[in-house]
């Protein structure tokens, strides 16, 4: 294609460009300005007032403190445990729910998207007295079976166990409707075939439904461990990232040596060791899975 | 494999009542005296229910304030968010221009760019700019949304090609089109985009958090939270439950009146296309 040729198709295409430019100015100036902005701070000893180059500093400081690889160990932890555990569930649920009525199938749809839906602030303020071990509903419950009152947000298991349950009460929601989606697009003949062919219903789960919800399960892993891996709002609200950091997370770290302490290079840092993470998963992704998944 | 069955139903509403339970907790504890409330062995029904709660909440905070501050932000997200979505959703499903490609896949990709790195400089900017601690500040950088951009081409691009054909041979001008025709056989797009943008606004609560500085630009959201609770201690029941309840009633009964479109938005921009 010549040059001219080039120009004339871009000028023929001139309101394409007019559309999206709205779009294209928000990414400049909200994505991309303050993700090169982000990554050029952790090179500087930044806070409100100044901002002074010290190169390497931030990170060899921050990979000393032992609170960057508890907060890196959490992080983990809740994304090595949720991620199965919430893909688990929601595909569970939506087996059960595939097999009801349409009428049935909306109203648990709707019953298990009514708590995605209200907002995790709501979700965990309820949860914080649903967990209090002293008036808490958790402990009256466990006091019914003879079990002694655990301080849900005050040890350190017990903490991260509360976080997992309130996590997985807002986030199945959403996966169970893509888990349904992806069961419905199953063609019903294939299953009749089988069944002629005298397959029971655990070689009808492994040989037709799984491989066939392969797609949907990658799909739903990746963008899960993105997800979790930011995990923030559940811990803010309901232990603060305690007791004795046992709950914290990266995210966390990031508000409060930002936010809390203004040191803004070494949040950065934080933010930056993030960003290889996801980068790293969304790699993958690419590399490996893409050729499976169809957008 | 009936039994099996049987069994699965069982533990199905067993999940579903434990998952909507804590909604019915929070709203059975708004309508309650703190003392009632507080009370082990639990009163599982409303004891001597009282609207008291939300009486003090109002009394005590800026509560008007801050549900007109979130209506404003939302208000402001959802019209540039579901305007902006559609414009490019249009130009990338349905026209062909060069670079098309690398655009789509360069926006896109900022789905993938955790919100968190941008978070500090964000932040600055807002500040040399003079809009901490505004409104503008709050729904700015919701105004462009990678996710709806996309859920948008998905939709747009399924569209058939020759009533835009006919309309273009016909001289109509592409503003024309896109106002006239593409956005009036796009209403179930425009209605699960404005849904998502005003759940997502209304529930924002990191950024919200950190841009406002005062009770003037602070959402309901965000002051309800820094009103109940500090570090994982509940400061007043009464007033977080009723405060929560003030939050989570507007989205509840927008789900209740929208469901089908939140199903359809959910599946549509997961995965296929």
């Not at chain 1, 708590?115 to 649903?130: D, K, N, Q, T, Y």
């Not at chain 2, 807002?126 to 939709?155: E, H, I």
Request: charged fraction near 10%.
């Amino acid at each position: 294609m010549t040059r001219g040729n080039l120009f004339h198709r871009i000028w023929k295409e001139r309101s394409a460009y007019f559309f999206i430019l709205p779009t294209l100015i928000g990414f400049l100036f909200f994505s991309l300005k303050p993700l090169i902005e982000g990554i050029r701070l952790s090179f500087y000893e930044a806070n409100l007032r100044q901002q002074v180059f010290i190169g390497l500093d931030n990170y060899s400081k921050v990979f000393q403190d032992p609170f960057f690889w508890l907060s890196l160990k959490n992080t983990f932890l809740f994304v090595v445990v949720l991620v199965p555990l919430i893909l688990f569930i929601s595909l569970f649920i939506a087996l059960v729910i595939s097999k009801l009525s349409s009428f049935w199938q909306s109203f648990f749809k709707g019953a298990f998207y009514l708590p995605a839906v209200s907002a995790g602030v709501v979700m965990s303020l309820v949860w914080l007295w649903i967990f209090n071990s002293t008036y808490g509903l958790f402990n009256y419950i466990l006091s019914i079976f003879h079990i002694l009152p655990i301080t849900w947000l005050g040890d350190d298991n017990p903490a991260r166990v509360a976080i997992i349950i309130v996590v997985i009460s807002w986030v199945v929601g959403m996966k169970i409707i893509l888990y349904s989606s992806a069961l419905a697009a199953i063609p019903k003949s294939i299953y009749e075939a089988s069944e002629i062919d005298g397959a029971n219903s655990w070689q009808k789960f492994w040989n037709i439904t799984w491989p066939l919800i392969t797609p949907m399960t990658i799909f739903l892993l990746v963008t899960l461990t993105i997800g979790i891996s930011q995990i923030w709002e559940a811990i803010f609200l309901l232990t603060g990232g305690g007791p004795h950091y046992a709950t914290t997370s990266l995210v966390l770290r990031i508000y409060q040596l930002g936010f809390l302490y203004f040191r803004f290079g070494e949040a950065s840092v934080y933010a930056v060791v993030l960003l290889m993470i996801v980068f790293t998963i969304a790699f993958f992704q690419f590399r490996y899975l893409n050729k499976k998944l169809e957008f | 494999m009936k039994l099996l069955f049987y069994f699965s139903l069982i533990v199905l509403i067993f999940l579903a009542i434990s998952l909507l339970f804590p909604l019915y907790w929070m709203f059975k504890g708004s309508f309650e005296m703190m003392g009632f409330a507080m009370k082990i062995p639990p009163f599982f029904l409303p004891h001597n229910p009282t609207i008291q709660n939300y009486v003090n909440i109002f009394i005590q905070y800026p509560v008007i304030r801050w549900i007109l501050n979130s209506s404003i932000v939302a208000i402001f997200t959802v019209g540039m968010s579901v305007v902006f979505s559609c414009m490019a959703g249009y130009a990338f499903g349905k026209k062909d221009f060069p670079g098309k490609n690398i655009l789509f896949w360069l926006l896109l990709s900022t789905m993938m760019i955790p919100f968190h790195i941008t978070l500090i400089p964000l932040f600055a900017t807002m500040k040399s700019l003079g809009l901490y601690d505004t409104l503008p500040a709050v729904f700015l950088p919701s105004a462009c949304n990678a996710g709806g951009m996309f859920l948008a081409r998905q939709y747009m691009s399924t569209l058939p090609s020759d009533i835009l054909d006919a309309a273009r041979m016909d001289g109509a001008g592409e503003f024309k089109i896109f106002t006239l025709i593409v956005i009036p056989i796009s209403k179930p797009l425009v209605a699960a985009l404005s849904i998502f943008a005003f759940v997502g606004s209304w529930e924002n609560f990191l950024w919200p958090l950190i841009i406002s500085g005062s009770n003037s630009s602070r959402t309901l959201t965000v002051g309800v939270a820094t009103i109940s609770c500090a570090g994982g201690a509940m400061i007043d029941l009464g007033i977080a439950m009723s405060g929560a309840s003030l939050v989570a009633l507007p989205l509840i009964i927008f789900f209740f009146m929208f469901q089908k479109y939140f199903t359809k938005g959910i599946t549509l921009g997961g995965i296929k296309g």
